[in-house]
């Protein structure tokens, strides 16, 4: 297979990425997760028109400066007042409904109580400080899309209209697998040749972030035997399986393989720097991804083509990342022949976006992992000289 373009190699993992089931469950469980279908709201919010302020309502054509009116009722939030009596104010509370007849509300600050008398002292428009029913929200209002994922405030909006389940897709369950006989486990003392296991806590939480649930397999030894062993495992208890490491072109690379001789490989190849050797095909009916060994490799192959697809196994309307312009203040003088993501950090400018690298961009240095917010494309063949336009990819909603 010939190297393939990212864009080309996205496309086709989106089209070949197969719609979840989905399943009913509490809001409160819902975090994250991806509407199966839409909402509509069933009732108004606010429900009747009710008090912006605490002060008091009354009727406008009743007001008048330095004049008190009497006072005949109180209306805390929660109690539903009596019909307000002609000439009359009620001393009402932020949230408490108005009562039927009264049309303005005046702030207590621009008021003075005395012996159940009130007296405003500062001009009114009619209407002012009530906020109406239906305001925010109105009965059979379009809320939420199906394909949304949803966040802290949506569920914030839905429990405002009462709303305590939701359809959203179901879990789906990725098996993890580590390759490689070089690995140790952190807490583990190291033999001499042996590196800690970077790839899988990252991996692993990256998966969790994005409302899966993690079938962790752990690491699996360069041998052609135990990687089919730990393939058919990770194949019959999860929906999707990756693994890092074991998918070049190396004597000890067992993982591409054994994928094609238990299924098929669709891509393998592309053209990206870092994260060349990405596998993607299916064991029997089960997706599978294979990343990169290299550390920082798995992290940008991850972000950029397995997060999208399970995203939109998850049936959201909107998978894949946008790009957004940003001014250099770096030198990219030698054009690639793969298209690059440079590990950078995005800061605000006086002419907008502003966008630096890390020194170090090996494909092993994950400290550029962890100093980056954003990754800066740089297109097959193209350069940059400092105060040119790139575009960025910001990371913090991706991991």
């Known amino acids: 297979m010939g190297l393939r373009s990212v864009d080309d190699t996205l496309h086709h993992l989106l089209a070949d990425a197969q719609k979840w089931c989905s399943e009913d469950r509490v809001l409160a469980q819902c975090l994250g997760a991806v509407l199966a279908d839409d909402v509509y709201a069933e009732s108004n919010v606010p429900p009747a028109d009710n008090s912006a302020m605490d002060g008091y309502a009354l009727r406008h054509v009743d007001l008048i400066l330095g004049e008190p009116l009497p006072l005949s009722q109180r209306i805390p939030a929660g109690a539903i007042g009596e019909p307000l009596k002609l000439g009359t104010a009620a001393r009402i509370f932020t949230g408490a409904f108005i009562p039927a007849g009264a049309d303005t509300v005046i702030a207590q600050e621009d008021c003075e109580q005395v012996d159940g008398f009130v007296t405003v002292s500062a001009a009114a428009s009619k209407g002012q400080h009530i906020r109406p029913c239906g305001q925010d929200i109105t009965s059979g209002q379009l809320l939420l899309k199906a394909g949304h994922r949803l966040q802290p405030a949506d569920l914030g909006l839905l429990a405002s209209l009462g709303v305590s389940q939701l359809r959203v897709s179901s879990t789906i369950r990725v ?147 946008p790009q957004w312009p940003a001014q250099a203040n770096f030198d990219w003088p030698k054009a690639g022949s793969r298209q690059e993501y440079l590990r950078a950090r995005v800061t605000p400018g006086d002419n907008g976006l502003q966008v630096d690298i890390h020194p170090q961009q090996s494909s092993g240095a994950l400290t550029s992992v962890s100093w980056c917010n954003a990754l800066a494309v740089i297109p097959i063949g193209c350069t940059l000289q400092r105060g040119d336009r790139v575009e960025v990819i910001f990371l913090r909603d991706l991991t």
Not at 179 to 206: V, W
Not at 217 to 235: N, S
Not at 249 to 277: C, M, N, R, T, Y
């Open 175 to 321: 098996a993890l697998m580590s390759t490689g006989d070089e690995l140790c486990e952190p807490g583990e003392s190291l033999a001499p040749g042996q590196i800690y296991n970077s790839n899988r806590p990252m991996l692993a939480a990256m998966i969790r972030a994005l409302g899966c649930e993690l079938v962790d397999l752990g690491i699996v030894a360069d041998d052609p035997t135990t990687t089919r062993a730990a393939l058919i495992k990770a194949r019959d208890s999860a929906d999707v399986v990756i693994s890092s490491g074991g998918v070049s072109v190396g004597e000890e690379d067992h993982v591409k393989a054994q994928v094609e001789a238990l299924g098929s490989l669709q891509l393998w190849k592309l053209a990206i720097k870092p994260g060349k050797p990405l596998a993607y095909g299916r064991l029997a009916n089960v997706p599978f991804f294979g990343l990169p060994g290299n550390p920082v490799s798995s992290f940008v192959t991850f972000c950029l083509l397995v997060r999208p697809y399970l995203l939109a196994m998850q049936g959201l309307t909107e998978a894949t990342a």
